[in-house]
């Protein structure tokens, strides 16, 4: 009797197991969905201070010169990065809606050459979704041959919806050296990049 | 009776070093010198209090049923065990309290996000362990490193009294005035934390975080990176320098004059030449500040994690000179070996080269010179 | 409820292999497909990993025993804490919940033995090596993984060592352990009630495992992911959570949070089903509130999925995310609150006995509400600032994860023991058991909230010098609490070795179908499905 109902139980649980299969699977998918999701919402709310890669059109333009908003300029080479890098301007103040043009320098003091990619991150957060920019240099990875010298441009515009708490917004660029994940072919060098250090 | 306890522990201390470690143990957290930080005190205690009610009520009952309602006492178990009403009930209450609680709560947070109109910013960067600070308005910026030395972290002395809460170079901030932090980091997450201004943020690599302390007491604050970062995530304090307006003002007026000069001599001193015994002492001083929490003080290096000095193809032979210099000037990308090039000077970076290739009997007999360091960060580009 | 009994021999094999009584040697234990064997088995390697996780907290205590680095250096330190977390929360609390289900479950709800009993053994033997791996990445150049359990990136991508690989390795292999253990507690639920066993019948142990079962297939594919994503970002050249490579090192907090929160109620709401089977047995009164129980339950469990960045206030997020957050983990506050106040109420008026398991699920209540009172502390954004990644927070998740999961996963030991092997234990050791355990419990964890408050940060293997009484104290509280332990082994040799025979029902107060099987069950528990009335 026990056989009996343990022979006609064990085929029953076929079809749950595989729904259960199948939401195992799904989650696992899920927990990699969660990477476009989290860009998808940061791009909406701006959680985390990322302004958008693509160039932003000046349709939104409208200059609103009753309010003035200062507008810092940061730059960093990683601590593994040897370029020097740093704004022309270390801050203006801008009208919402009016286009702004800036330089960011950039030097190749090395012996090689390399390439970078500069990273783009605005403090507050939610400030990032308000700053349009319209060309930049983060856009695109830059190679930079020995010695080289590069102003890079920035133009801009903060778009007039900013809410009214902000008055300040940085705009802080990380220079990341993206030699190794670009194009190797270039990396000739006089001076090995320690790649036999260990 | 605290001061006669102070004295006497300082009176102590001349005699043994060790009573320092017979520091106050304070049991509560802090109230903190800034608005916001009493806010979060109150805030802490509310709950606490909160809490504790909650607990005496919830254990009173518990204990009386356990004291009364006890079968060697020859009770007869009652049956019941529902009641819709009762259930309501102590959903609905905990609810009003966690409203009353939310309340003064969001208003703190609201407070302490609003970073608006600062009148000082000051860039704080997070390395594998230490601290760098940039004023955003003034040309001074440099590093802060742990600076209890290591005989007393491997016991070997007595420990003093801020025993892994020093630093060589303190933050220095005005009272007063509103102070921005923006934090960021250059290799893996840390968090700057200053208990006394409730201010707590983590330093993420590639990103910005702010953070800001109006702080109303002149005086010396120390916290300590929060966040695990790697193995010396315990030593790696801030320290930081409240001081009045005016005495912040001079300070850096002379930290920029200090500065300026400093770069200055730099472009002098290549032509100066260094004496071997002079460059192994800098060079140790500047090894043991910077390269030794990985490469280890004897050079020896932590296998599988930091590749050692002692003995390797690098600092040893002749023809790999240039790349040794490379490697500290410009690092190594994807590892944890910075770029020390925009860090220290041309003369603390020939030295430590000098310490590294004859130091640990890697006796190489090189001795490089600032003017070498120079030529390859700008010269040998032909 | 029919009293049944049965014969072990009385009929034929259900499968090839699978042999009514237990073959001898290592053989049955390799090969069984028993669930009351396989929960053995579950039960011993927790016990072993709850040791060996020990000895590394004992390391870790010893070296905080006074200021300076006296035993171990700092990147053996960090992956002492690493370890003992990965070790205590996947070996040692989750597998012994799985053992304690495999034991309870089938005889709880009347069945043969588990629905899927040769996945069973597979889900059980894959975890010894997934553990072996992990430990001897120890002894590998570099050592073992040291950026805490819970990998944060980029640390443990572009800053670790190449044990990191077979850390990736191990918790795949615990993920899969897992996810198999979870399919088949629901399979067995769905599929092998007994006639008559409604949902709202079934005791609260398995609506709780049940639920539990549910948050394991839903996150642990999760954490797979989280862990791949760090293979390949290490290894591979992905970047998901590298800015450099347009990606973004919170992301990989959040998609772990995903993960580690529910994680937390996996490993708490096994707990209330043991303690809200042991409570009425001991007050002689039924459950109150039982239905308030399972829909408590299933909304904490719901709501865990809502509260993850509560872990990370502090990275950095818009403050309409910090009060999303706040308020949504305040919210668990109330279920999680009705649960504690339907146990006292079903003391109140009972007619109480304190044997041992009575006396850790009491203790369970109490301090478990301590630490479910410093979580809501937790949970108010600006003050989580100043307690965030302190001692603060190490006192609270040790409060319901030692005094909370282990403390019931003790209780059950005790009050199944003697069904399980026919003997009752004994209960004068059992007491002196309890009584070392909680002193030393509360001198180890207790103290921890003060120097938190005072500002000392957790994962450092050295502090500041006005730490250095409290750490003192609280290692000789580790170092008795771990020896107190070694009274449990001493307690479940003995009641395995022999003692006093066992009844059926075992405890006077004691309801519920595996009372009504002989002590010990036979080895098939109900060939004969029981009807339920």
Known sequence: MADSQQHIAQPNHKPLIKKLLVITLAMFGFGYALVPLYDVFCDLTGINGKTSSMAATADKAVVDLKREITVEFLARPNADMPWLFKPQTQKIKVHPGEIKLVYYEAENITAATMTGQAVPSVAPGQAALYLNKMECFCFNQQVLTAGQKLLMPLQFYVDPALPEQFSTITLSYTLYDMTKHSQPETVAALIPTGGNHE | MAKTSRYRCTLLSLLFVETAAAAELPLNMTKGVTDISHQVYDLHMTILYVCCAIGLVVFGAMFWAILHHRKAKGVQPAQFHESTKVEILWTAIPVVILVVMAIPATKTLIAMEDTS?????????????????????????????????????????????????????????????????????????????????????????????????????????????????????????????????????????????????????????????????????????????????????????????????????????????????????????????????????????????????????????????????????????? | MSTITTDPHAHGDHHEEHHHSPPAGLKRWLYTTNHKDIGTLYLLFALTMFFIGGAMAMVIRAELFQPGLQLVQADFFNQMTTVHGLIMVFGAVMPAFTGLANWLIPMMVGAPDMALPRMNNWSFWILPFAFSILLASLFMEGGGPGFGWT?????????????????????????????????????????????????????????????????????????????????????FGTSFFDAAGGGDPVLFQHIFWFFGHPEVYIMILPAFGIVSSIVPTFARKPLFGYASMVYATSSIALLSFLVWAHHMFTTGM????????????????????????????????????????????????????????????????????????????????????????????????????????????????????????????????FPMHFVGLAGMPRRIPDYALQFADFNAFISIGGFAFGLSQLIFVWVLVKCIRGGEKATNQVWEGAEGLEWELSSPPPYHSFTTPPHVK
Request: hydrophobic share 50%.
């Open chain 2, 117 to 382: 109109d600062a009148e000082v910013t000051i860039l704080v960067t997070g390395s594998q362990w230490k601290w760098h600070y940039k004023y955003l308005d003034y040309p001074v910026e440099y590093y802060s490193l742990l600076a209890t030395p290591q005989k007393q972290i491997q016991n070997k002395i007595a420990k003093g009294e801020n025993y892994l809460l020093e630093v060589d170079r303190p933050l220095v901030i005005p009272t007063g005035k509103k102070v921005r932090f923006l934090m960021t980091s250059d290799d893996v997450i840390h968090s700057w934390w200053v208990p006394a201004f409730a201010v707590k943020k983590d330093a993420n690599p590639g990103y910005i975080n702010e953070s800001w302390a109006k702080v109303n007491v002149p005086g010396i604050y120390r916290g300590q990176c929060a966040e695990l970062c790697g193995k010396d995530h315990g030593f790696m304090p801030v320290v930081v320098i409240a001081k009045e307006p005016a005495e912040f003002e001079s300070w850096i007026q002379q930290q920029a004059e200090t500065q300026a000069k400093a770069k200055a001599a730099e472009q002098e001193l290549l032509s100066m030449n260094m004496t071997m015994a002079e460059a192994m002492a800098l060079g140790e001083k500047t090894y043991l500040g910077y390269c030794a929490a990985c490469h280890q003080p004897g050079g020896q290096g932590l296998p599988g994690a930091f590749p050692a000095l002692k003995g390797s193809k690098m600092a040893t032979t002749a023809t790999e000179l240039a790349a040794h210099i490379d490697i500290v000037l410009n690092g190594k990308s994807g590892t944890a070996m910075q770029a020390f090039g925009k860090q220290l000077t041309l003369q603390e970076i020939a030295a430590v080269i000098t310490y590294e290739r004859n130091a640990w009997d890697n006796n190489t007999g090189d001795l490089v010179q600032a003017a070498a360091i120079h030529a390859a960060k700008t010269g040998n580009k032909e």
């Open chain 3, 151 to 235: 990998f944060y990136a980029p640390l443990s991508t572009k800053y670790s060592g190449d044990s990191t690989a077979l850390f990736v390795f191990s918790v795949h292999i615990m993920g899969i352990s897992s996810i198999m253990g979870a399919i088949n507690v629901i399979v067995t639920i769905f599929n092998l009630r007994a006639p008559g066993m409604t949902w709202m019948k079934m005791p609260l142990f398995v609506w709780t495992w049940l639920i539990t079962a549910f948050l394991l297939i839903a996150v642990m594919p999760v954490l797979a992911g989280t862990v791949t994503m760090v293979l390949t970002d290490k290894y």
């Open chain 3, 318 to 445: 818009p403050v309409f995310a910090e009060l999303f957050f706040m308020y949504c983990t305040m919210l668990i506050a109330v279920p999680t609150g009705v649960k504690v106040f339907n146990w006292v109420a079903t003391m109140w008026r009972g007619a109480m006995t304190f044997e041992v398991p009575m006396m850790f699920a009491l203790a369970f209540i109490v301090l478990f509400t301590i630490g479910g009172l410093s979580g809501l502390m937790l949970a108010i954004t600006p003050a989580d600032f100043q307690y965030h990644d302190t001692y603060f927070v190490v006192a609270h998740f040790h409060y319901v994860l030692v005094t909370g999961a282990i403390f019931s996963i003790i209780a059950a030991a005790y009050y199944w023991l003697p069904k399980w092997t026919g003997h009752m234990y004994d209960e004068s050791l059992g007491q002196w058991h309890f009584w070392c355990s909680l002193i030393s419990v509360n001198m180890l964890f």
